[in-house]
């Protein structure tokens, strides 16, 4: 934890979003990959140090025009930001990055951290051009269904977990529920601005698809059959449909108990040699927000190859990949909740057993939503 501090501290904290491996080595050709900014760099308002996490926010300014681009040119509104990019914010295409979307509420997440840190209206003023504009894409985005009288999310996108078809794929629980988060945020925004909320957001926040349910369980998309059975493709990467409940309050989305049998499912069936080294703290994440103590702490220390951390603190994966600092700010973002709990389940130490064998002192933590 203390070298997670450190290394993130004289690698992350500047002007840009941070690539995989800081400033260590290249990889994935030295690009930042702008889907895994929070899992990078939220912990720094999490831990109290607003400050370092500011300088970053400045990149989406910069990609601002391809941003607008890009979402001009697929017939949205607002701004549409990449998934891999440079500083500067040129696209770079992919036929999987180009199908992610669960990078386009991060700024959204990012600012109101900052916010809640410091109650300051003029970072508020800066940057609600960009917070209203990306809600504006992301409403727009969302696909009426006259039938249902619902919004879905596709076809036409792969999910934070990759291993899904974009021509097939709709309705994943971890965007949804992060969708109609970021969509509320923003009105919350335009409130505190003396803004009248705006009509097409509500729309889509009181419309949304539901998480799809299947046996009692969260489905990783609602045209997956079978997403548990030990021959199912679709355990294996990250296990995304715990993400709606781990960076992200359950709020109207999430019915815990059905995420509860969720995640024992998941525990039991997941193909853990085939996952990220962020996957682990996440896990944590939504166990400390299930009230499992146990599986939280259970989950960081897992023995899987990609859980390692060297003795310099970096989170080694495979000799590709001998250093990953997602996974070392995801610790950092997990020991937070952990200790201070969130605004939605603000009791403290929630992460850590009552079983009397952990003495947890902390200090300095803001909580999550």
Known sequence: MVLSQYLLRVQEAGNNPPQETGLTYNSWYGKPHMEMIWWHMAQWALWGRPALLSPALSWYTRAKGTAKAIAERQGYKGLRWPKMTDNQGRETSSNVGSFLIWQEPHLIYLAELIYQ???NLDFMKKYQDLVFQTADFMASFATYDSLTGRFNLGKGIIPAQE?????????SPYELAYWKWALQTAQNWRTRLQLQPNADWQEV????APLSIQNGL?????????SYSPSSPYTIDHPAVLMALSMLPAGSTVDTAIMSKTFDTVKKVWHW????????????MTAARLHKPEEAINALFKDVKTNTYLVNGHNYQDGRLTIYLPGNGA??????????????????NLGFPKNGQWNVKWEGFEQLP
Do not use: Q, R
């Open 117 to 119: 840190d410091t109650h």
């Open 273 to 284: 040699e085939h996952t990220w080294g962020w996957d682990f703290p996440m896990v944590a």
């Open 218 to 226: 969260y489905k990783g998309a609602e045209d997956v059959a079978d």
């Open 331 to 348: 610790l950092l973002s997990a020991i937070a909740l952990m200790c201070a709990g969130s605004k939605e389940d603000p009791e403290h």
């Open 163 to 171: 291993c899904f078809k974009a021509s097939e794929t709709f309705n």
């Open 205 to 208: 926040i009181d419309h949304l």
